[in-house]
């Protein structure tokens, strides 16, 4: 069956553009998360949908940051006036779990990698 | 500061040795622990897992155990294939009423043929 797919797998822009990358999780999967992986690190939490409410979004590192899921399937996550250290990949991840319990596998989309020039 | 330490950032093991991967959390809290696996361009995949109710795992070739006293956890890979040749994540959680990941920074594993 079909994974977490995310699009673009690449994206450049420049200082102060703003970008929307997607997340198509897979099919049925109730949870859904975003994470950024800079250069180096491991991955970092972002935010958390559990259908379309968007139940934690403590990770987003500024206000320039956000997230929706209109339909509870498809995800969307904004940078606004992008700066060079958003720069990193974002990963998408969903999950089968009903309730937010992290003992549920989380499947990781091939993320989007971002460079702000 | 880093709640999940991979204090290895890489490991060369010949093909057919055991490869043995290291992680040390702070957060007494945390009762869910998972290895994940990175190919370059690929999202990380699942590995294995453990809830801190065990001391061991095992799932084919790999084997987690955890230390809870210690706060460590190490994942044993025995036979290491070529194939194996990855980055490897360790994750924690706390299960009670939360659902994300605390990812460490990654151990880069390198199988010899």
């Known amino acids: 069956g079909a994974g977490v797919s995310q699009s673009p797998r690449y994206k450049v822009a420049k200082r102060g553009q703003d970008v929307a990358l997607r997340c198509d999780p897979i099919?049925?999967?109730?949870?859904l998360f975003w994470y950024q992986q800079a250069l180096g690190q491991g991955p970092e939490f972002l935010t958390y949908?559990?259908?379309?409410?968007?139940?934690?979004k403590s990770g987003l590192p500024s206000d320039r940051f956000f997230a929706e899921r209109p339909e509870g399937s498809v995800s969307t996550l904004k940078i606004q006036r992008t700066q060079q250290e958003d720069s990193a990949v974002y990963l998408c991840?969903?999950?089968?779990?009903?309730?937010?319990?992290?003992?549920?596998?989380?499947?990781f989309g091939p993320g989007t990698r971002l460079t702000v020039t | 500061d880093q709640q999940v330490k991979q204090n290895s950032p890489s490991l060369s093991v010949q093909e057919g040795r055991i490869s043995i991967l290291n992680c040390d959390y702070t957060?007494?809290?945390?009762?869910?622990f998972l290895w994940y696996k990175k190919y370059p361009a690929e999202g990380p995949t699942f590995l294995i897992s453990?809830?801190?109710?065990?001391d061991k795992n095992e799932d084919g070739r790999f084997t987690v155990f955890l230390n809870k006293s210690a706060k460590h956890l190490s994942l044993h890979i025995v036979p290491s294939q070529p194939g194996d040749s990855a980055v490897y994540f360790c994750?924690?959680?706390?299960?009670?009423?939360?659902?994300?990941?605390?990812f460490g920074t990654g151990t880069r594993l390198k199988v010899l043929a």
């Open positions: 991840a969903s999950s089968s779990s009903w309730e937010p319990q992290s003992s549920y596998e989380q499947y």
């Open positions: 099919s049925g999967h109730v949870s």
């Open positions: 949908f559990q259908n379309e409410a968007q139940l934690d």
């Open positions: 957060n007494s809290m945390f009762d869910y």
């Open positions: 453990i809830s801190s109710i065990k």
């Open positions: 994750a924690a959680s706390v299960t009670s009423g939360t659902y994300k990941y605390i």
